[in-house]
């Protein structure tokens, strides 16, 4: 769901980016009350994971791919702020080093995987564990992070007149609702291979 | 935490030095929606940058194969380096104030 340059008005993506550049500040602003400097190197692997899972993409209905994306997996683990900041690291080396989405672009795809998918999925989470159990709260958070990131990314391109919105929504909410299953399962996995065996580091202090 | 730090990466690099090899090379969701309704050639020759590894791909080696997963170990390394790098920065801007 990387954007590339082309695809949005200078509006959209001048917006987007006022918009993630105060998200940031705020995740910055919060990790630097409240970040164990312990945990620096679990905020690298998981961005690390991440970066290499999306490189993997899967097979979903006729010649189309979809990829994991990881938001749900770095909010829920880490808190909103630290997800945030390792969605950011992912999608700013993915975009200065490998091309892999536009540069006018950051911002937009910054929001929709950095902010809504990790700060806005550790916030489903959140809510989704008070009466579902773990991995259910999870499966469910990570499948409606990337709906929710395509429903939004369908509307930044309306909004940017490349495409009229019900068309957008309805071919992106389509087949990231497939996706989102295979995001769904995969965050499932990594959180319930974590809680066998390092239990403990879901009960960090999530910043 | 040390194991689970160096699992952590063992597996990352796996995954993008050999399991990659076995991704799908098909469109995302959004190129080919992009595809088919006619715009994707808004983006065409848009980008902004010249990035040293575009697309995955380490441009002087010509294998295509070892070119890309030489890409994935060089992108794992790089953002578990920034993210540390990043991290360790906000945590000395907190203890300087």
Known sequence: MHIPDGFLDVKTYSVLYGVSTVAVAWAVRRLNKSLDEKQVPLLGVVAAFIFAAQMLNFPVAGGTSGHFMGGVLAGALLGPASGILVMTTVLVVQCLVFQDGGLTALGANVFNIGVVCAAGGYFIFAVLKKFLGLLTAVFISGWVSVVLAASLCAVELAVSNTIPLKAAMLAMVSVHAIIGIGEALITVAVFGFISKVRPDILELKKG | ?97
Request: charged letters at 20%.
């Open chain 2, 1 to 97: 935490m040390k194991s689970i730090i160096l699992a952590g990466l063992i597996v990352s690099v796996v995954l993008a030095v050999f399991i990659s090899q076995f991704a799908s090379s098909s469109p995302d969701g959004l190129e080919r929606v992009a595809e088919d309704r006619g715009f994707l050639e808004m983006s065409e020759g848009k980008n902004l940058l010249k990035s040293p590894l575009p697309d995955y791909t380490v441009p002087f080696i010509g294998n295509e194969r070892v070119s890309g997963s030489a890409a994935g170990f060089i992108g794992v390394v790089l953002t578990f380096g920034i993210m540390c790098l990043a991290g360790y920065f906000l945590k000395q801007r907190e203890n300087s104030r």
